[in-house]
C-alpha cells in the first residue's frame, strides 16, 4: 500500500487552465505538505496543514489554494496556470506539525506539471 | 538567512567504497537535520532525522553525523551498493521550524 500518494502523476496544460492535484495519506498522520522543487532541485515548502487547519503559508501567489477536507487528504488547485509554475510537486506528511516531536516526513512520488 | 550547501554535486564510486556526503549550514541554530534519498521519478525517502541534541544517528549501513558549532553534518555509507544510487538531501529545521534543503548530492555507485 502506498502511504502518500498523490495524482496525476504528469500533468501537461495550457497557460490560463485551472488545475488540481490531489494527494492522500492512509498513514494517520495529522500534518499534510505540499512543496515545489524548481529545476534547480531546490524544495521550497507552499503550505502545511494540521489537521484541516493552514499552519504554514509560505509567499505563494494566490492563484495556489490547498483545500484539506480531512486530515488524510490535502489537495492543490491552482488558477490561470503560467509557464513559471511549471515544476515538480510533491505532498509530503508527518505524525507530528513541525517542532511537535515526530515530524519525519512521508512523501509522495512527485507530480511533474508542465505549463505550455 | 539559513543556506544549506551540499558538496559534491555529484559523485560516482565503485561498489563496495565506504563513502562520506557532505552537508553544510550557515545557521547553526537548527532544531533538526534530515537526511533524505529521493529516486529518479519517485517521492523523498526520510533515511534519518538528527535532533539538535544529538551528535549522531545510525541506520543500518548508514551513519549520520552533526556538528552544530560548525555547521556541518555528514552521511557515512558504508559497503556501498548499486542500490544506493539515488540523490541524497540534506534538510535543516530551523528555529522559525522552516525546513531548508539542499540541492542534494547525485551518488552513482558502479558496479
Known amino acids: 500500500d502506498t502511504a502518500v500518494s498523490q495524482t496525476p502523476k504528469y500533468l501537461v496544460t495550457q497557460m490560463g487552465n485551472d488545475k488540481s492535484i490531489k494527494c492522500e495519506q492512509n498513514?494517520?498522520?495529522?500534518?499534510m505538505y505540499w512543496y515545489k522543487q524548481d529545476s534547480k532541485k531546490f524544495l521550497k515548502i507552499m503550505f502545511s496543514?494540521?489537521?484541516?487547519?493552514?499552519?504554514i503559508n509560505e509567499t505563494v501567489p494566490n492563484r495556489f489554494s490547498p483545500k484539506s477536507p480531512d486530515k488524510a487528504h490535502l489537495n492543490l488547485h491552482i488558477n490561470s496556470l503560467e509557464l513559471g509554475d511549471s515544476a515538480v510537486y510533491f505532498c509530503?506528511?508527518?505524525?507530528?506539525?513541525?517542532?511537535?516531536?515526530?515530524?519525519?516526513?512521508?512523501f509522495g512520488s512527485g507530480t511533474q506539471l508542465s505549463v505550455l | 538567512k539559513q543556506e544549506v550547501t551540499q558538496i559534491p554535486a555529484a559523485l560516482s564510486v565503485p561498489e563496495g567504497e565506504n563513502l562520506v556526503l557532505n552537508c553544510s549550514f550557515t545557521?547553526?541554530?537548527?532544531?533538526?537535520l534530515q537526511w533524505f534519498r529521493q529516486d529518479p521519478g519517485k517521492g523523498l525517502t526520510s533515511l534519518l532525522l538528527?535532533?539538535?541534541s544529538q551528535r549522531e544517528q545510525t541506520s543500518g549501513r548508514l551513519n549520520a553525523s552533526l556538528d552544530k558549532s560548525s555547521g556541518r553534518s555528514t552521511l557515512y555509507i558504508a559497503a556501498s551498493q548499486p542500490g544506493d544510487s539515488a540523490t541524497y538531501l540534506c534538510?535543516?529545521?530551523?528555529?522559525?521550524?522552516?525546513?531548508?534543503w539542499g540541492a542534494g548530492t547525485k551518488l552513482i555507485i558502479k558496479p
Open positions: 509530503a506528511s508527518s505524525q507530528d506539525p513541525p517542532g511537535g516531536g515526530n515530524e519525519k516526513l512521508f
Open positions: 498513514l494517520g498522520h495529522d500534518t
Open positions: 496543514y494540521n489537521n484541516k487547519e493552514l499552519i
Open positions: 545557521d547553526s541554530a537548527i532544531y533538526n
Open positions: 538528527i535532533q539538535s
Open positions: 534538510a535543516v529545521r530551523g528555529s522559525n521550524y522552516q525546513l531548508i
